[in-house]
């Protein structure tokens, strides 16, 4: 099954301590990227991935790193997590093609909790 | 299941009827768009897309109509059933940000479906 997989889907934590949420798609996309979802804010863009080794910022990337080693592979990491991102996490992926062509399939989410 | 969001604008529908969401973009540069539904507990599924050198587009169930000249988008749901029952969000894609491909996404709207 063609799929977008986060892990874990959920999490809590302390604000400080290192952490890494994995995103994997098993259909050979080239572009990647990271949304966070908060109330009355929608999704935003946190960083995104046009190819392996090619990575940018989205609209809201403080705090945040990524990597993009292998094209399935598009981990999010937070350094020092902090309450203010306490948020509801997505990963898309999608061939990589002319402007606008081409749909995000997106993860089911990963729920993260910062104390 | 996971809350997508709070104080969200809801339209409430009794099964069977027809429903109707609207969205308003703001980029008149915008020249891609999508309607993507989320259900409780999940990521957002792709429903139908529109180029901006169209003005309609149906699918199974689902018409997107583009008004550029006011900058709107609706979404209708023919027959709603209790399945439709999610959060729909309306996205546009601008040409040349974010690889490409990025998406940037309305609040959404609640859609509850009475039986």
């Known amino acids: 099954e063609a799929q977008v997989t986060q892990n874990p889907r959920y999490l809590i934590t302390v604000t400080g301590k290192k952490l890494t949420v994995t995103c994997s798609q098993n259909m050979n996309h080239e572009y990647m990227s990271w949304y966070r979802q908060d109330p009355g804010l929608g999704l935003r863009q946190i960083y995104y991935?046009?190819?392996?080794?090619?990575?940018d910022k989205g609209d809201v990337p403080e705090g945040y790193k990524v990597s993009r080693k292998e094209k399935r592979n598009f981990p999010l990491i937070l350094e020092s997590p902090s309450p203010n991102q306490t948020s509801l996490y997505f990963c898309?992926?999608?061939?990589?093609?002319?402007?606008?062509?081409?749909?995000?399939?997106f993860g089911a989410g990963s729920r993260l909790t910062v104390l | 299941g996971e809350s997508v969001g709070l104080h969200l604008p809801t339209l409430s529908v009794q099964e069977g009827d027809n429903s109707i969401i609207n969205c308003a973009y703001s980029n008149s540069a915008s020249d891609y768009f999508i309607w993507y539904k989320q259900e409780s507990g999940k990521g957002p599924q792709f429903i139908i897309d529109?180029?901006?050198?169209?003005d309609k587009r149906q699918g199974q169930r689902v018409t997107v109509l583009l008004n550029k000249t006011v900058k709107h988008l609706s979404l209708q749901i023919a027959a709603t059933q209790p399945g439709d029952s999610a959060v729909y969000f309306c996205?546009?894609?601008?040409f040349g940000t974010g690889g490409g491909n990025k998406l940037t996404f309305g609040t959404g709207t609640q859609l509850k479906v009475e039986l």
């Open positions: 991935s046009m190819n392996v080794e090619v990575t």
């Open positions: 529109i180029r901006s050198n169209m």
């Open positions: 898309a992926s999608s061939p990589r093609g002319r402007s606008g062509a081409n749909v995000l399939t």
């Open positions: 996205a546009e894609n601008i």
